[in-house]
């Protein structure tokens, strides 16, 4: 190197000192105030990763093929089996129902509604006490109340009333529904209009 270099160097040392502290400080500045952060983010994202796939392995352990996903799959199937009946009994001869295990109404079919002249939305929960004609409700209610608690059939004749006030003699019977463990987790109702 020539000697004008070095001479050059040293009359600008500080201004080389400044330019190098400078680029070392931006260096320092980016790493606390962007790299940082940026790594920390990276470590959370990698974090929140190996979290989801702790639970997903913990929801499907064995790829899918566990016990639980098979009892989630057959859960499935009943849902699209119970959907497919609902259509199937739409229009059955007589109005049926269904219930919780609590013995409150979850779903008619359309010849209960048409039936009634209600709408299935008037007869959900404790709704379809207003199908039955005023001096039966009461007993029917306690009755049915009575059956659901002690997780037995009910059978009863009273009389629905419809949205024109006539009187509909009727024969209401209800079973029990168990899922695969013995418990109770519902009702299926007939309701079979009397020809008198």
Same mark, same amino acid.
Request: glycine letters at 6%.
């Given at each position: 190197?020539?000697?004008?270099?070095?001479? &050059?160097? +040293?009359? /600008?040392?500080?201004?080389?000192?400044? =330019? #190098?502290?400078?680029?070392?400080?931006?260096?320092?500045?980016? $790493?606390?105030?962007?790299?940082?952060?940026?790594?920390?983010?990276?470590?959370?994202?990698?974090?929140?990763?190996?979290?989801?796939?702790?639970?997903?392995?913990?929801?499907?352990?064995?790829?899918?093929?566990?016990?639980? &996903?098979? +009892?989630? /799959?057959?859960?499935?199937?009943?849902? =699209? #089996?119970?959907?497919?009946?609902?259509?199937?009994?739409?229009? $059955?001869?007589?109005?049926?129902?269904?219930?919780?295990?609590?013995?409150?109404?979850?779903?008619?079919?359309?010849?209960?509604?048409?039936?009634?002249?209600?709408?299935?939305?008037?007869?959900?929960?404790?709704?379809?006490?207003?199908? +039955?004609?005023?001096?039966?409700?009461?007993?029917?209610?306690?009755?049915?109340?009575?059956?659901?608690?002690?997780?037995?059939?009910?059978?009863?004749?009273?009389?629905?009333?419809?949205?024109?006030?006539?009187?509909?003699?009727?024969?209401?019977?209800?079973?029990?529904?168990?899922?695969?463990?013995?418990?109770?987790?519902?009702?299926?109702?007939?309701?079979? +209009?009397?020809?008198?």
């Amino acid at each position: 190197m020539s000697e004008g270099f070095w001479t &050059d160097v +040293i009359q /600008n040392y500080g201004l080389y000192v400044a =330019i #190098i502290t400078s680029i070392i400080s931006g260096i320092i500045v980016f $790493h606390k105030k962007c790299a940082m952060p940026l790594i920390r983010n990276f470590r959370i994202y990698d974090e929140t990763i190996i979290k989801i796939n702790k639970i997903y392995n913990e929801l499907t352990p064995n790829g899918g093929t566990s016990i639980k &996903d098979k +009892i989630n /799959n057959i859960d499935k199937k009943i849902d =699209i #089996i119970e959907q497919v009946q609902h259509v199937m009994v739409a229009d $059955h001869r007589n109005m049926l129902f269904r219930t919780d295990p609590k013995g409150d109404c979850v779903w008619v079919n359309r010849t209960y509604t048409k039936t009634v002249g209600k709408t299935l939305f008037e007869v959900l929960g404790h709704g379809w006490q207003n199908v +039955i004609a005023k001096e039966y409700r009461e007993k029917v209610s306690r009755e049915w109340y009575l059956a659901v608690e002690e997780k037995r059939e009910f059978l009863m004749e009273t009389k629905f009333i419809n949205s024109a006030g006539l009187e509909i003699p009727t024969r209401v019977r209800s079973y029990k529904m168990v899922n695969s463990k013995g418990e109770v987790i519902g009702f299926w109702g007939n309701c079979e +209009i009397l020809r008198k």
